[in-house]
């Protein structure tokens, strides 16, 4: 009975089996990858921005041997040198050298022919100037009526532009520096074309040789100067900048237009001269020189 009450114990012993791992290293793999392809596009990046003087730099930072960089003289490059290669001459001839070292080529700038050819560039712009504002005249039925009195020529100092008189039509009142209607209509019309170049303006006043009897002492002279002075305010009227005018000047009968008839109307004229450079640094030279000797000139004058 006491051994049919006994039971077996029975032990189970699980016996557990490791798995293959799937293991690690292709992720480490994949990581090397993704930071190479990175640097390599970071390297695109740099060198796509970076402008070619940069590069030159440091390509020329490269070439230069550390040893040659901070201490100058030669380098392994040298034809001495006992280590051979090196430097940009296969033959060792030459050896390597400290780029800083090389005297930098001397360049030499020809003034004469900077000047001629601005110069020109500036007579051209003239020429097309004139173009343009025969063009004007011709287009302009209030223009072309008075074309006969409006003369264009290019001279010495610039491009010049005359309002002469003419016998049955005056630019301003007899003896007066009172403009015409008509006189300053063509005014504003000149005023507009000449706004549009950078040249300084130059104006002067012209009369016959007829004499002008005042008893106040006024004369062509003054008469001359208000006839120019009062241009110019029909030219910055008819839109022109006030900055661009440099010159204002009466010359009375000193400088005829027809010089076989001194009591001719056509020297009874306005001329306004659109400047060259040459004519602006003479004018700028004479008012500088004027300023300066004006100090020394009142010092001499004091007791």
């Known amino acids: 009975m006491a051994d049919d009450g006994m039971r077996p114990i029975v032990v189970r012993r699980i016996t557990k089996t490791k798995r293959a791992a799937h293991g690690g290293a292709w992720k480490i793999a994949y990581a090397d990858f993704v930071t190479a392809m990175m640097a390599f596009f970071l390297l695109m ?52 050298v400290k780029r800083g070292a090389i005297p930098p080529e001397r360049q030499s700038y020809d ?41 264009l020529d290019i001279t010495s100092e610039g491009l010049r532009i005359q309002i002469v008189d003419e016998q049955q039509r005056p630019m301003f009142a007899l003896a007066k520096a009172e403009l015409k209607p008509y006189t300053r209509e063509i005014l504003h019309v000149i005023g507009i074309v000449l706004n549009e170049v950078p040249n300084r303006i130059g104006v002067s006043g012209h009369t016959d040789a007829t004499p002008y009897s005042s008893d106040t002492g006024y004369s062509n002279w003054e008469l001359s100067a208000d006839r120019a002075n009062a241009c110019r305010r029909e030219l910055v009227s008819g839109g022109m900048s006030d900055a661009k005018i440099m010159r204002v000047v009466g010359l009375a009968s000193a400088a005829h237009l027809d010089r076989d008839d001194p009591y001719s109307p056509n020297n009874r004229r306005i001329s306004i001269i659109v400047m060259n450079k040459k004519t602006e640094e003479a004018v700028m ?19």
């Open 45 to 96: 990046w740099l060198l796509g921005s970076t402008t070619r003087g940069d590069l030159d730099g440091i390509a020329e930072y490269f070439k230069t041997p550390l040893k040659v960089a901070m201490l100058g003289g030669s380098g392994s490059g040298d034809s001495s040198s006992v280590v051979t290669g090196g430097g940009t001459d296969l033959t060792r001839r030459d050896g390597q």
């Open 285 to 303: 030279r004479d008012s500088t020189s004027m300023q300066v000797g004006a100090p020394a000139a009142a010092a001499q004058a004091a007791p």
């Open 111 to 151: 003034l004469k022919a900077a000047k001629a050819a601005l110069e020109k560039q500036e007579a051209a712009r003239l020429a097309s100037l004139k173009s343009k504002i025969e063009r004007v005249i011709e287009d302009n039925p209030l223009l072309n009526k008075y074309k006969n009195q409006l003369l």
